[in-house]
């Protein structure tokens, strides 16, 4: 079955230090992948999606994400976290049913 | 362009009643759906449509009810709540489901309580 998973639910981290997010995926082919951003009471808003082609993806917000295909992973990463990228983030894949699939999501805090 | 919009943006109901959530995109999309958003759950798809006269079944459609009379609007209808349907529901299109790299753009949400 298609699925994504996010590992960690919470993450806390320094303001000004890097992040890393968690996302894996099950899929029997390689299925093209999202990461989205909720800020509270808000809506979803798309920060990155990756297709095909070099595996480093540049999103808004100075977020970037690397598939690796032979970790069925797609980590999202900022190198220094500012105090308003406080959220939740959502690792999403689609497929040939084009069925977007959404993980868990993980909840990020950021201290001062 | 307004993009998603969605209303109410909260409702209260009591088990039983029924409601009709409201969903409108003015950007000419064909695709449009539905999810429900549960903590630790993410989003699940309740419902969607490829175009208008069309619709389909997502993931969790129980309890569910779509139409699609125009492009533009997909409402979300609850014909007999129950407290397991309280969620934050959000609507969400995209120009066409025939393209994978589609970005879906999404409503600012539903927040439905069932007491």
């Known amino acids: 079955a298609q699925s994504v998973t996010q590992p960690d639910i919470h993450i806390t981290v320094s303001e000004g230090a890097s992040l890393e997010l968690r996302c894996n995926y099950s899929?029997?082919?390689?299925?093209?992948l999202f990461w989205y951003v909720q800020s509270p009471g808000q809506g979803l808003q798309l920060l990155l999606k990756?297709?095909?082609?070099?595996?480093l993806v540049q999103g808004i917000k100075g977020f970037e994400a690397e598939f690796k295909r032979s970790q069925s992973s797609f980590n999202l990463r900022k190198p220094s976290v500012h105090w308003s990228d406080a959220a939740e983030y959502f690792c999403?894949?689609?497929?040939?049913?084009?069925?977007?699939?959404f993980g868990g999501g993980t909840r990020l805090m950021v201290k001062p | 362009n307004a993009g998603v919009t969605q209303t109410p943006k909260f409702q209260v109901l009591k088990t039983g009643q029924s409601m009709t959530l409201q969903c409108a995109q003015d950007?000419?999309?064909?695709?449009m759906s539905w999810y429900r958003q549960d903590p630790g759950m993410g989003l699940r798809l309740i419902h969607y449509?490829?175009?208008?006269?069309?619709?389909d079944q997502g993931e969790v459609p129980n309890g569910y009810n779509v139409s699609r009379s125009t492009t533009e609007d997909f409402p979300l209808r609850l014909l007999s709540a129950a407290p397991s349907q309280t969620s934050v529901y959000f609507c969400?299109?995209?120009?066409?489901?025939?393209?994978?790299?589609?970005?879906?753009?999404f409503g600012p949400g539903t927040r439905l309580l069932v007491l």
């Open positions: 449509s490829v175009g208008a006269g069309i619709t």
């Open positions: 969400a299109s995209s120009y066409s489901n025939t393209g994978l790299q589609e970005t879906q753009y």
């Open positions: 950007m000419n999309h064909e695709y």
């Open positions: 999403a894949g689609r497929n040939a049913g084009n069925m977007l699939t």
């Open positions: 899929y029997g082919a390689t299925p093209y």
């Open positions: 990756y297709f095909s082609g070099d595996t």
